[in-house]
């Protein structure tokens, strides 16, 4: 036979995982797991055990809470970013978009509708951040004149 058989928390990370649509051999490989065992668990009727699910749920709302702290961390990161006018934010837009992806998943969301409204929010965010770059940008101008008007 395989290794030794899963834990009720091994098992309820591993249902917890098929439902963010990792596979059972990605969820082997996180769990340092024989791949076999995760699928044939998988493919049983315990998942549904009460007890089982009782623990998949609170798995997916620590993994929830700590997807929205990333997801606000990146978007505090991105607004940074474009307030320092630094034109590198390609890190910062990916982790916010896998948290997004991710907390959707957990939610029980489809995420292929949502592609399109997170891509208008991110537009929509740089967009207010470059009005306010220009004005902070205009405001220092408008300083300079003035600082050097009173010379």
């Known amino acids: 036979m395989g290794g030794p058989s ?3 928390t091994e098992k309820a990370h591993a249902v ?3 439902d963010s649509q990792l596979t059972p051999n990605a969820s082997a490989r996180r769990m340092k797991r024989d791949p ?3 699928r ?4 049983t009727d315990e998942v549904n055990d009460p007890e089982i699910q009782m623990i998949v749920a609170q798995i997916k709302e620590r993994e929830l809470s700590d997807l929205f702290l990333i997801g606000y961390k990146a978007r505090r990161n991105l607004h940074k970013r474009f307030d320092e006018s630094s034109p590198t934010v390609i890190e910062s837009t ?12 957990l939610e029980g969301r489809p995420t292929n509708i949502l592609a399109l ?17 220009a004005w902070f ?8 004149e003035k600082q050097s008007d009173n010379d």
């Open 117 to 133: 409204d997170l891509a208008r929010q991110i537009q929509d965010a740089i967009a207010e951040s470059k009005q306010r770059l």
């Open 36 to 38: 076999k065992t995760i």
């Open 6 to 8: 899963l834990t009720k």
């Open 16 to 18: 917890a995982l098929r």
């Open 137 to 144: 940008q205009e405001e220092i101008e408008r300083r300079k």
């Open 94 to 105: 990916a982790v916010m978009d896998r948290s997004f992806q991710q907390r959707q998943l």
């Open 40 to 43: 044939n668990f998988l493919q």
